[in-house]
């Protein structure tokens, strides 16, 4: 499996970009997949998930209401809209897919991820 992580770019607070995930090496629509990052001297945290039709998400609190997922199954490509945008979300955004399909499960947890993108880097200027 292969991910590939784009979009990411310097934008003043209040900005807002979107990145994109175009994934390949098995079939795309079977599998829930996620969105985290990583700031600067910081642990990597999660962002957010969707499900495999794309009909359910999962955001964390720090970013809920300004940013959403989306997913297109035919493009093989999920995406992170963030809005909105404050300096503390600067960091490297990473998505990532589980090793397995889980169903209408969602995995939220870096344990639950098997598969990696290089990275983006995002950077809110304030």
């Known amino acids: 499996v292969q991910l590939q992580a784009s979009g990411g770019g310097l934008v003043q607070a209040g900005g807002s970009l979107r990145l994109s995930c175009a994934a390949s090496?098995?079939?795309?629509?079977?599998?829930?997949m996620g969105w985290f990052r990583q700031a600067p001297g910081k642990e990597r945290e999660f962002v957010g998930a969707?499900?495999?039709?794309?009909?359910?998400?999962i955001i964390a609190d720090s970013v809920k209401g300004r940013f959403t997922i989306s997913r297109d199954n035919a493009k093989s490509t999920m995406y992170l809209q963030m809005n909105s945008l404050k300096p503390e979300d600067t960091a490297v955004y990473y998505c990532?897919?589980?090793?397995?399909?889980?169903?209408?499960?969602?995995?939220?947890?870096?344990?639950?991820?098997?598969?990696w993108g290089q990275g983006t880097l995002v950077t809110v200027s304030s």
């Open positions: 990532a897919a589980p090793p397995r399909a889980t169903g209408w499960a969602i995995p939220s947890t870096l344990g639950e991820y098997d598969y």
């Open positions: 090496g098995r079939p795309f629509g079977n599998y829930a």
């Open positions: 969707i499900s495999w039709s794309g009909g359910r998400t």
